[in-house]
Each structure stands twice: as C-alpha cells, then as structure tokens.
C-alpha cells in the first residue's frame, strides 16, 4: 500500500564508501574557518552526514513557505542535485507561489486616484467643517417621540375639522416613522365625501331651551267655571311670557322643586294647651293657654336620609313653617301644590292624629291623599282603612314596640281585589 507523499520523491540510492569520502571532502571545504584562533579545521574529525539529512535539508530550504515536509519514502524517486541544492525538475505553472502571480500580473502596486473624486471629497470636507455642527446639534427623534407627534398631529386636524363643521372618519396608522402623516387637502376630502356619499354637515344652531305656552286651566282651585277672557286667564299668559323660571322647560322646572321642597321629615301635631310665662314677673305660676290647633314642624334631612323627630340630633335644623310656592301663581300652584307630600316623610305625633286630620276633618283633598308615599307613627301602625284611603302609600315606619310588633319599616303589600297586607322589611 503506498503512503501519502507531499513534496518530495524517491531520493537516490545511499552511497557507497567512496561517495561518503567524496561528500566529507565537500562539506568540509564549505565550512568557514575560525576567527579566534581555535582548533584548525585540518585537526577536526571530519563526520560524514547520511544522505536522508541532505535531502531534508535542500527539501527545507528550497520550501515556497519555509514551512516544515513530509519526509519522503525510500521507494519515491525525486531528482535532487545535493552538490548545489537545486532541483532539476522544471516547476509546473500551477506550483507558482501567490507572491510570484501578484508580481507577475502587477496588482501590487496602489491605483492612482481620480482627481474629480479627490476635489469632490476635499468640498465635501470643508462644507461639513463649516455646517456639521448645525445638521448635527440635535439628537434623532426616538420612535415613541415621533408616534406621540404624528398622533398628537392627528388629533390637531379632527378637531380643526369638527370646529369647521366636517367630519372625517378616517383611521391614520402610526408607523415607527419621524415623518407625521400628511394631512387632507380640501381635495382629498371632497372627493371624500364623494366616494361615501357623505352629505354636508348642517351648521351647529344653539337649541332654545324654553317651556311651550300652554293654556289656562276652566276651572279655579274651588271649582267654579275660568273664562278664557277673564283676568286670571291673561295673568296665566302673561306669566308664561315674562317669568324666566316658567320659560325654563318642565323637566328642569321639577328637579328645581325635588331639591327645594324634598327630603324633609314633615311633623303634624295637634296642640291643646301652651304653657306661657310671663317675663316680667317669673316668680309667678306658669300660665296654661288653651290653643287646640295643629302645628306643623319641618327636620331638615340627616346624613342624606330623613331625619325622625323622635330621635332628632341637637344640629338639624328645624323650622315652624314650611315654605311652598303654592300662593305665588296659579300655574305654581298646580305644578307644586302634591309635592311637599310627595317627596318628604310624613310624620304624626299619634295614630289618633292621623285618622282626624285626615279623615275626620279633611283637611287635604283627595288630590293630596293620593300623593303621600311614606308615613311614621309612634304608636302603631294605621288601620287597613287608613292604608286604603292613601292608596301610593308604599312604606310605614314605627318608630317605637307596639303589640309585639318591632320598630322598623314596614312594607305595604297591595293586590287586586284584596286588602292591603304591611310585612316588616329586614333592612
């Protein structure tokens, strides 16, 4: 089997006796003589090197690279002259060094440059000397900065165009670009309108907000029969006209009345005697006054809830009256006149109270019986008569243990064809 071979050839045969005196006397005569004055070279034993260290030696110098070989096999042939080193074998072209071809073919040596390009990059040079600092005094826009830019751009030109009284409904895509997006031209949104068949925008007109003018009512508060040419019909539109609380529309015309006249707890008592003493002379007996009349009292609301007079804090504010509206106008008066019964808790000093203002004496109509929601009673809850007659009375509150029943609120239960049922409501 025959060995990779690299750089060399079969050397020739080892030389006999003969040739190693020859190549004794040949290596010797090379050597150079001493300077100093030491042995002489004839007194020297002379060593004849073997063939094989010949050989690697001309292999080595005559290397392109200088690197180390392969020492070649006894059976390779190779035409080495060992007197002067020098292979006889003709070198193939493709055995030619790198260095030798760039010699060879002239690449070595620089191109010479163009003088258009050296004056060109000799203005370029001094231009940026001159406005370098300029071009380059700000930093690049970083890619957040340019879509809050572009988006705040945007934004600018859809309000600019609902101040102008268009609507664009376009969707503009931030891309991660310092360029904002190029705004609509009035040609770009004609044409627009044109392709969505968009109709023009009508000019904005501010709404008058102002009450329609109705007609004054046939009849009075106590029945009797209104002409339209009376003067009471003339006052009613002439209210309407000059009042700007009646030109107000009706819906903000009744959250005025909720705030002004609701969330009050309303007290009717019935006082018999009032006990009186005179200033003037305090060391004698308190005079009783007998007085029988009702009197009313007015809680303001606590904690956004009504507050209830048996249990009333020291700071809510109380008042002897209660200020309607009803006796200003006639068209107040009908629009006010069930309110304060509606939107305040009614309150009776007893159960007795109750079922003679209200039933025995009338004295509210009908109208206003029908407008009471909540009622409280310290001593028991009304009868079922008394719950039928106020037919919108929803919730009743006790405010002290009467015959086994808790205090608390009561739920009234209606249903058709039957009597009304009260249940304590837990919460």
Known sequence: ????????????????????????????????ARSDGGIRDESRLSTAPSSRQGKRYSLLKKCAF???????????????????????????????SILDKVIKEGKHQAAKPDAE??????????????????????????????????QQHVQGEETFS?????THKREFKLINSPTPPTPPTPTSQLFGRIVTN????????????????????????????????????????????????????????????????????INIGFETYRTVVDPTRPTFAKQAVPVFKYR???????????????????????????????????????????????????CFDSHNTMVNFLLMEKRLSRRHLQAFTQILLPDGLPATNMVTCLGNVDKVYLAFE??????????????????????????
């Open 1 to 32: 089997m025959v060995k990779k071979v690299t750089y060399s050839r079969k050397p020739a045969k080892r030389p006999f006796s003969a040739e190693f005196e020859h190549h004794d006397q040949t290596d010797i005569s090379r050597k150079r």
């Open 66 to 96: 200088g690197g180390p070989v392969s020492i070649p096999d006894a059976d390779i042939d190779i035409d080495i002259d060992i007197d002067t080193d020098i292979d006889t074998r003709p070198r193939s072209e493709s055995k030619v």
């Open 117 to 150: 390009i050296m004056r060109r990059n000799r203005d370029d040079f001094v231009e940026i000397m001159k406005n370098g600092h300029k071009r380059n005094s700000q930093l690049p826009t970083p890619p957040a900065e340019a879509q809050r830019k572009a």
């Open 162 to 166: 609902r101040l102008n009284g268009v």
């Open 198 to 265: 968009e109709q023009p925008k009508a000019p904005y007109q501010p709404k008058t907000y102002k009450a329609e003018q109705n007609v004054a009512p046939r009849r009075t508060i106590t029945g009797d029969e209104l002409s339209k040419k009376s003067r009471e019909s003339q006052l009613w539109s002439t209210n309407q006209t000059r009042s700007p609380f009646l030109q107000l529309p009706e819906n903000v015309r009744s959250l005025i009345y909720k705030y002004a006249l609701g969330g009050k707890t």
């Open 296 to 346: 009313c009292t007015v809680y303001d609301q606590f904690s956004g809830e009504p507050t209830n007079p048996y249990r009333a804090m020291p700071f809510v504010k109380t008042a002897k009256s209660f200020g309607l509206l009803n006796n200003v106008c006639r068209q107040m008066y009908e629009e006010a006149a069930t309110l304060p019964y509606k939107l305040n808790l009614i």
């Open 402 to 427: 009467h015959d086994g029943k808790p205090k608390g609120w009561y739920q009234v239960m209606r249903r058709a064809g039957a009597e009304p049922i009260m249940r304590r409501m837990l919460k």
